[in-house]
C-alpha cells in the first residue's frame, strides 16, 4: 500500500505562536489531501481540502485565515495553525486517496497542545 | 454520521468470540462506505470498504454488511483478539473512494483475554 507520514508526530507550543505540520506522501504523487482534526474520544472531522497548485477548499466553520494550508508540490500538504489557542488543541491527521488502490491512505497525525 | 459525543460506546468482549460492531450512516446518497480500525495515537487503518450495489462483503476474519432500508452498516469480526482492541469508525461518501469521507462516532473494541 501506499504510506503517508506527518511530520511532527507531537508539538507543544504557546499560545499566540504558530504552528506548521507536514503531510507527506512517501511512495505516490497526491494532488489532493485530507486534513482532518480529532478531539479526545470523538471522530474524525474534514477540516479541508487540499488542492495541488489552487486554493484549499474549507469545510464550513473551519477559519481559513487561522488554518493555513499549502499545497506546494505533489507529494507535500502542510497545515499552519496560526496564533494557536489551547482548543487548538488536537489530533490533526490527513489522508490522500490513491486511484491505485481504490483507497484512502491516512497519515499517522500530529498531536499539538497549546499551553 | 457526523460525532458529536463525549464518549465513544463501548463492546466489551472474550477473546475468541465474535464481534458486531453497529454504524448509523447518515446521507442516502452515499454510495460507498469503509470501516477504520484506530489504535490509541495512531492514524485510521483501512478494514474492508463496501459499496452501495452490495449488501455483504467478507475480508479475512471482517464481514461488513449493509442495510441502505435503514441506512445501516455492521462489521463483524470472527473469533476476536486482544489485537484487535481499539476504535472502529465507519466512515462513507458518495462519489467513490477518492474523495472526503464523513465518519461516524467510532466504537470502542475491548477484547478480554
Known amino acids: 500500500g501506499a504510506v503517508v507520514s506527518q511530520h511532527p508526530s507531537w508539538v507543544i507550543c504557546k499560545s499566540g505562536t504558530s504552528v506548521k505540520i507536514e503531510c507527506r506522501s512517501l511512495?505516490?504523487?497526491?494532488?489532493?489531501m485530507f486534513w482532518y482534526r480529532q478531539f479526545p474520544k470523538q471522530s474524525l472531522m474534514l477540516m479541508a481540502t487540499?488542492?495541488?497548485?489552487?486554493?484549499?477548499?474549507?469545510e464550513q466553520g473551519v477559519e481559513k485565515d487561522k488554518f493555513l494550508i499549502n499545497h506546494a508540490s505533489l507529494t507535500l500538504s502542510t497545515l499552519t495553525v496560526t496564533s494557536a489557542h489551547p482548543e487548538d488543541s488536537s489530533f490533526y491527521i490527513c489522508?490522500?486517496?490513491?486511484?491505485?488502490?481504490?483507497?484512502?491512505?491516512f497519515g499517522p497525525g500530529t498531536r499539538l497542545t497549546v499551553l | 454520521g457526523e460525532s458529536v459525543g463525549l464518549h465513544l460506546p463501548t463492546l466489551s468482549v472474550q477473546e475468541g468470540d465474535n464481534s458486531i460492531i453497529n454504524c448509523a450512516y447518515s446521507?442516502?446518497?452515499?454510495?460507498?462506505f469503509i470501516w477504520y480500525k484506530q489504535e490509541s495515537g495512531k492514524g485510521p487503518q483501512f478494514i474492508i470498504d463496501?459499496?452501495?450495489?452490495?449488501d455483504k462483503r467478507q475480508g479475512q476474519r471482517v464481514t461488513v454488511l449493509l442495510n441502505k432500508t435503514v441506512k445501516h452498516l455492521s462489521l463483524q469480526i470472527a473469533a476476536t483478539q486482544p489485537g484487535d482492541s481499539a476504535v472502529y469508525f465507519c466512515?462513507?461518501?458518495?462519489?467513490?473512494?477518492?474523495?472526503?469521507?464523513?465518519f461516524g462516532k467510532g466504537t470502542k473494541l475491548s477484547v478480554k483475554p
Open positions: 487540499s488542492n495541488e497548485g489552487s486554493k484549499a477548499t474549507y
Open positions: 489522508s490522500a486517496p490513491v486511484r491505485l488502490y481504490n483507497e484512502q491512505f
Open positions: 466512515a462513507e461518501n458518495y462519489g467513490g473512494s477518492q474523495g472526503n469521507l464523513i
Open positions: 511512495d505516490f504523487q497526491a494532488t489532493t
Open positions: 446521507n442516502s446518497a452515499s454510495d460507498y
Open positions: 463496501i459499496r452501495s450495489n452490495m
